[in-house]
Protein backbone atom coordinates (compact mmCIF):
# COMPACT_ATOMS: atom_id res chain seq x y z
CA UNK A 1 0.00 0.00 0.00
CA UNK A 2 1.37 3.78 -1.31
CA UNK A 3 0.50 5.39 1.85
CA UNK A 4 1.71 8.30 1.06
CA UNK A 5 0.24 8.77 -2.13
CA UNK A 6 -3.30 7.77 -0.64
CA UNK A 7 -3.38 10.45 1.88
CA UNK A 8 -2.37 13.35 -0.52
CA UNK A 9 -5.24 12.11 -2.93
CA UNK A 10 -7.16 12.11 0.61
CA UNK A 11 -6.13 15.52 1.08
CA UNK A 12 -7.49 16.52 -2.28
CA UNK A 13 -10.93 14.66 -1.83
CA UNK A 14 -11.19 16.84 1.79
CA UNK A 15 -9.98 20.45 0.42
CA UNK A 16 -13.40 21.77 -0.26
CA UNK A 17 -14.64 21.22 3.31
CA UNK A 18 -11.65 22.26 5.20
CA UNK A 19 -13.20 24.73 7.07
CA UNK A 20 -16.42 23.27 6.54
CA UNK A 21 -18.88 23.51 10.33
CA UNK A 22 -18.15 25.47 13.41
CA UNK A 23 -15.53 24.97 16.11
CA UNK A 24 -16.29 23.96 19.86
CA UNK A 25 -17.20 27.37 21.02
CA UNK A 26 -18.90 26.66 24.37
CA UNK A 27 -15.43 25.80 25.48
CA UNK A 28 -13.72 29.12 25.22
CA UNK A 29 -9.96 28.03 24.08
CA UNK A 30 -11.70 25.92 21.46
CA UNK A 31 -13.11 29.14 20.15
CA UNK A 32 -10.19 30.49 19.14
CA UNK A 33 -9.05 27.44 16.78
CA UNK A 34 -8.85 28.63 13.25
CA UNK A 35 -11.08 26.20 11.38
CA UNK A 36 -9.28 26.47 8.27
CA UNK A 37 -7.03 23.78 8.90
CA UNK A 38 -6.62 20.18 8.62
CA UNK A 39 -4.00 17.68 9.13
CA UNK A 40 -3.88 13.67 8.83
CA UNK A 41 -1.54 10.56 9.43
CA UNK A 42 -1.44 7.04 8.98
CA UNK A 43 0.90 4.99 11.32
CA UNK A 44 2.02 1.62 9.99
CA UNK A 45 2.10 -1.60 12.32
CA UNK A 46 5.68 -2.12 11.20
CA UNK A 47 6.61 1.96 12.61
CA UNK A 48 6.05 3.93 9.37
CA UNK A 49 4.53 7.25 9.75
CA UNK A 50 2.97 9.11 6.79
CA UNK A 51 1.29 12.32 6.68
CA UNK A 52 0.10 15.40 4.74
CA UNK A 53 -1.58 19.27 5.38
CA UNK A 54 -1.66 20.14 9.09
CA UNK A 55 -0.19 17.04 10.85
CA UNK A 56 2.57 18.79 13.27
CA UNK A 57 -0.14 21.28 14.20
CA UNK A 58 -1.41 21.04 17.90
CA UNK A 59 -5.14 20.72 19.31
CA UNK A 60 -7.03 19.21 22.10
CA UNK A 61 -6.91 15.42 22.29
CA UNK A 62 -10.51 15.68 23.92
CA UNK A 63 -12.76 12.91 23.93
CA UNK A 64 -10.25 10.90 22.10
CA UNK A 65 -8.51 10.71 25.24
CA UNK A 66 -11.49 7.81 26.63
CA UNK A 67 -10.02 5.44 24.64
CA UNK A 68 -6.82 5.64 26.17
CA UNK A 69 -8.30 5.77 29.50
CA UNK A 70 -10.45 2.63 29.45
CA UNK A 71 -7.38 0.67 28.01
CA UNK A 72 -5.35 1.60 31.21
CA UNK A 73 -8.47 0.64 33.23
CA UNK A 74 -8.65 -2.55 31.77
CA UNK A 75 -5.42 -3.45 31.93
CA UNK A 76 -6.09 -3.91 35.46
CA UNK A 77 -7.93 -7.39 36.07
CA UNK A 78 -11.33 -7.02 38.03
CA UNK A 79 -11.42 -3.22 37.59
CA UNK A 80 -15.12 -4.36 37.98
CA UNK A 81 -15.54 -1.20 35.44
CA UNK A 82 -18.43 -3.12 33.54
CA UNK A 83 -20.35 -3.12 36.33
CA UNK A 84 -20.57 1.13 36.71
CA UNK A 85 -20.50 1.41 32.93
CA UNK A 86 -22.74 -0.21 30.03
CA UNK A 87 -21.52 -1.06 26.31
CA UNK A 88 -24.62 0.20 24.63
CA UNK A 89 -25.46 2.69 22.03
CA UNK A 90 -26.60 6.40 23.40
CA UNK A 91 -28.88 7.29 20.60
CA UNK A 92 -28.49 10.87 22.49
CA UNK A 93 -26.24 13.49 22.91
CA UNK A 94 -22.93 13.13 24.61
CA UNK A 95 -23.81 15.01 27.49
CA UNK A 96 -27.93 13.82 28.11
CA UNK A 97 -28.28 14.10 31.75
CA UNK A 98 -32.00 13.09 30.91
CA UNK A 99 -30.82 9.50 29.75
CA UNK A 100 -28.57 9.03 32.89
CA UNK A 101 -31.10 9.84 35.32
CA UNK A 102 -33.73 7.42 33.82
CA UNK A 103 -31.05 4.27 34.00
CA UNK A 104 -30.05 5.18 37.68
CA UNK A 105 -26.62 7.10 37.21
CA UNK A 106 -25.30 3.99 35.02
CA UNK A 107 -23.90 5.35 31.57
CA UNK A 108 -24.67 4.04 28.74
CA UNK A 109 -21.48 3.77 27.44
CA UNK A 110 -17.84 4.55 28.47
CA UNK A 111 -17.08 6.94 25.80
CA UNK A 112 -20.31 9.41 26.09
CA UNK A 113 -19.12 12.18 29.23
CA UNK A 114 -20.78 10.67 32.30
CA UNK A 115 -19.09 7.28 31.25
CA UNK A 116 -15.73 8.67 30.37
CA UNK A 117 -15.85 10.61 33.61
CA UNK A 118 -16.78 7.26 35.53
CA UNK A 119 -13.41 5.41 33.70
CA UNK A 120 -11.57 8.80 35.08
CA UNK A 121 -12.44 7.98 38.64
CA UNK A 122 -11.99 4.60 38.56
CA UNK A 123 -8.58 5.31 36.91
CA UNK A 124 -8.01 7.79 40.01
CA UNK A 125 -8.84 4.67 42.13
CA UNK A 126 -6.46 2.42 40.59
CA UNK A 127 -3.67 4.89 39.99
CA UNK A 128 -3.73 8.00 42.43
CA UNK A 129 -3.20 10.22 39.77
CA UNK A 130 -5.22 9.45 36.59
CA UNK A 131 -3.84 12.58 34.58
CA UNK A 132 0.13 11.46 35.34
CA UNK A 133 -0.86 7.86 34.08
CA UNK A 134 -2.85 8.71 30.76
CA UNK A 135 0.22 11.46 29.97
CA UNK A 136 2.86 8.63 30.71
CA UNK A 137 1.43 5.92 28.37
CA UNK A 138 0.99 9.29 25.77
CA UNK A 139 4.41 10.02 25.91
CA UNK A 140 5.80 6.19 25.48
CA UNK A 141 3.34 5.37 23.29
CA UNK A 142 4.12 8.86 21.05
CA UNK A 143 8.09 8.53 21.95
CA UNK A 144 7.56 12.37 22.51
CA UNK A 145 8.30 13.35 26.42
CA UNK A 146 7.18 16.87 26.41
CA UNK A 147 3.56 15.82 25.64
CA UNK A 148 1.35 17.78 27.84
CA UNK A 149 -1.65 19.10 29.00
CA UNK A 150 -2.49 22.54 27.52
CA UNK A 151 -3.10 24.75 31.42
CA UNK A 152 -5.12 27.01 29.48
CA UNK A 153 -7.58 24.42 27.37
CA UNK A 154 -7.74 22.94 30.84
CA UNK A 155 -8.86 26.07 32.59
CA UNK A 156 -11.28 26.37 29.69
CA UNK A 157 -12.76 23.36 30.56
CA UNK A 158 -13.33 24.20 34.11
CA UNK A 159 -14.10 26.96 33.84
CA UNK A 160 -17.35 25.69 31.72
CA UNK A 161 -17.90 22.46 32.72
CA UNK A 162 -20.82 22.64 34.38
CA UNK A 163 -23.29 20.09 32.40
CA UNK A 164 -20.22 17.71 33.25
CA UNK A 165 -20.40 18.22 37.00
CA UNK A 166 -24.35 17.83 36.88
CA UNK A 167 -23.16 14.42 35.34
CA UNK A 168 -21.05 13.49 38.18
CA UNK A 169 -23.44 15.15 40.53
CA UNK A 170 -25.82 13.11 39.38
CA UNK A 171 -23.83 9.56 39.31
CA UNK A 172 -22.48 10.27 42.77
CA UNK A 173 -26.45 10.46 43.89
CA UNK A 174 -26.74 7.19 42.75
CA UNK A 175 -23.40 5.17 44.63
CA UNK A 176 -21.53 5.76 40.79
CA UNK A 177 -18.51 7.59 41.83
CA UNK A 178 -15.81 7.11 44.07
CA UNK A 179 -13.25 10.05 44.65
CA UNK A 180 -14.87 13.11 45.32
CA UNK A 181 -16.90 15.17 42.11
CA UNK A 182 -14.51 17.93 42.51
CA UNK A 183 -10.96 15.34 42.03
CA UNK A 184 -12.71 13.06 39.09
CA UNK A 185 -13.32 16.33 37.23
CA UNK A 186 -10.25 17.87 37.81
CA UNK A 187 -8.45 15.08 36.00
CA UNK A 188 -11.28 14.14 33.69
CA UNK A 189 -10.67 18.22 32.44
CA UNK A 190 -7.13 17.71 32.58
CA UNK A 191 -7.21 14.50 30.48
CA UNK A 192 -8.86 16.13 27.64
CA UNK A 193 -6.86 19.18 27.65
CA UNK A 194 -3.85 17.25 26.73
CA UNK A 195 -1.98 18.82 23.49
CA UNK A 196 -1.00 16.68 20.49
CA UNK A 197 -0.57 16.45 16.94
CA UNK A 198 -2.21 14.34 14.05
CA UNK A 199 1.43 12.24 13.98
CA UNK A 200 1.43 11.92 17.61
CA UNK A 201 -2.19 10.55 17.83
CA UNK A 202 -1.80 7.87 14.82
CA UNK A 203 1.60 6.69 16.35
CA UNK A 204 -0.89 5.90 20.02
CA UNK A 205 -3.59 4.72 18.06
CA UNK A 206 -1.26 1.56 17.81
CA UNK A 207 -1.96 0.45 20.36
CA UNK A 208 -5.26 -0.23 19.68
CA UNK A 209 -4.35 -1.33 16.16
CA UNK A 210 -1.94 -4.02 17.44
CA UNK A 211 -4.65 -4.91 19.90
CA UNK A 212 -2.77 -4.07 23.07
CA UNK A 213 0.58 -4.11 22.21
CA UNK A 214 2.70 -1.30 23.09
CA UNK A 215 5.34 0.25 21.17
CA UNK A 216 8.07 -1.16 23.16
CA UNK A 217 6.64 -4.98 22.20
CA UNK A 218 4.91 -5.50 25.62
CA UNK A 219 1.83 -6.02 26.09
CA UNK A 220 -0.69 -3.48 27.72
CA UNK A 221 -3.87 -5.31 26.82
CA UNK A 222 -5.06 -8.85 26.53
CA UNK A 223 -6.43 -9.41 22.98
CA UNK A 224 -10.16 -9.69 24.13
CA UNK A 225 -9.91 -6.22 26.04
CA UNK A 226 -8.67 -4.26 22.98
CA UNK A 227 -10.94 -6.23 20.86
CA UNK A 228 -14.03 -4.57 23.10
CA UNK A 229 -12.43 -0.97 22.92
CA UNK A 230 -12.38 -1.56 18.64
CA UNK A 231 -16.28 -2.79 19.22
CA UNK A 232 -17.05 -0.26 21.12
CA UNK A 233 -15.02 2.57 19.03
CA UNK A 234 -17.41 1.09 15.97
CA UNK A 235 -20.62 1.30 17.97
CA UNK A 236 -19.81 4.43 20.62
CA UNK A 237 -16.91 6.37 19.24
CA UNK A 238 -18.52 9.76 17.16
CA UNK A 239 -21.67 10.19 19.71
CA UNK A 240 -24.68 9.77 18.34
CA UNK A 241 -23.88 9.78 14.67
CA UNK A 242 -21.55 6.15 15.46
CA UNK A 243 -24.24 4.47 13.21
CA UNK A 244 -23.95 6.71 10.38
CA UNK A 245 -19.83 6.49 10.65
CA UNK A 246 -20.03 2.96 10.03
CA UNK A 247 -22.71 3.45 7.08
CA UNK A 248 -20.13 6.06 5.36
CA UNK A 249 -16.58 5.13 6.91
CA UNK A 250 -16.87 1.56 7.77
CA UNK A 251 -13.92 1.69 10.52
CA UNK A 252 -13.66 2.38 14.17
CA UNK A 253 -13.00 5.74 15.63
CA UNK A 254 -13.54 7.55 18.25
CA UNK A 255 -13.97 11.74 17.82
CA UNK A 256 -13.30 14.69 19.93
CA UNK A 257 -14.87 18.41 20.00
CA UNK A 258 -11.00 19.64 19.39
CA UNK A 259 -12.03 18.63 16.19
CA UNK A 260 -9.55 15.27 15.86
CA UNK A 261 -11.23 11.52 15.15
CA UNK A 262 -8.79 8.85 15.68
CA UNK A 263 -9.50 5.51 13.65
CA UNK A 264 -7.73 2.25 13.55
CA UNK A 265 -7.50 -0.68 10.92
CA UNK A 266 -7.17 -3.56 13.28
CA UNK A 267 -3.60 -5.17 12.90
CA UNK A 268 -2.84 -3.00 9.57
CA UNK A 269 -2.69 0.84 11.24
CA UNK A 270 -3.87 3.76 12.96
CA UNK A 271 -5.26 7.12 11.22
CA UNK A 272 -5.81 10.55 12.56
CA UNK A 273 -7.62 13.33 11.16
CA UNK A 274 -7.93 16.93 12.18
CA UNK A 275 -10.62 19.41 11.45
CA UNK A 276 -11.65 22.25 13.97
CA UNK A 277 -14.99 22.75 11.86
CA UNK A 278 -17.54 20.20 13.91
CA UNK A 279 -20.97 19.29 12.75
CA UNK A 280 -24.05 19.33 14.97
CA UNK A 281 -23.30 15.71 16.41
CA UNK A 282 -20.01 17.30 17.71
CA UNK A 283 -17.65 15.09 15.03
CA UNK A 284 -15.32 16.80 12.68
CA UNK A 285 -16.72 17.57 8.77
CA UNK A 286 -13.99 17.09 6.70
CA UNK A 287 -12.08 14.71 8.90
CA UNK A 288 -15.38 12.70 8.21
CA UNK A 289 -14.98 13.36 4.94
CA UNK A 290 -11.18 12.20 4.69
CA UNK A 291 -11.54 8.53 6.49
CA UNK A 292 -14.49 8.35 4.16
CA UNK A 293 -12.09 8.61 1.62
CA UNK A 294 -9.58 6.93 2.89
CA UNK A 295 -12.00 4.01 3.56
CA UNK A 296 -12.64 3.51 0.18
CA UNK A 297 -9.92 4.21 -1.78
CA UNK A 298 -7.91 2.22 0.35
CA UNK A 299 -10.62 -0.51 1.01
CA UNK A 300 -10.03 -0.70 4.21
CA UNK A 301 -13.32 -0.94 5.37
CA UNK A 302 -14.21 -3.79 8.43
CA UNK A 303 -17.26 -4.47 7.14
Known amino acids: ?11 STTKPQIGAGKVADYIPDLARVDPNQFGIAVATVDGQVYSAGDADTHFAIQSISKVFALALVLARPDCGIWDRVHREPSGTPFNSLIQLE ?37 REETGDSDLHVDSVTAESELRTGDRNRALAYLMASFGNMINSVDLALDHYFRQCSISITCAQLARAGLLVARHGARADGSRLLARTDARHIIALMTTCGTYDAAGEFAYRIG ?41 EAFAREGRFSVF
Request: proline residues 6%.
Open 251 to 291: LPCKSGVGGGILAVVPDRCAVAVWGPGLDEKGNSISGAVAL
Open 102 to 138: LENGIPRNPYINAGAIVVTDQLQANSGDAVLELRTLL
Open 1 to 11: MDYQNLIEHVM
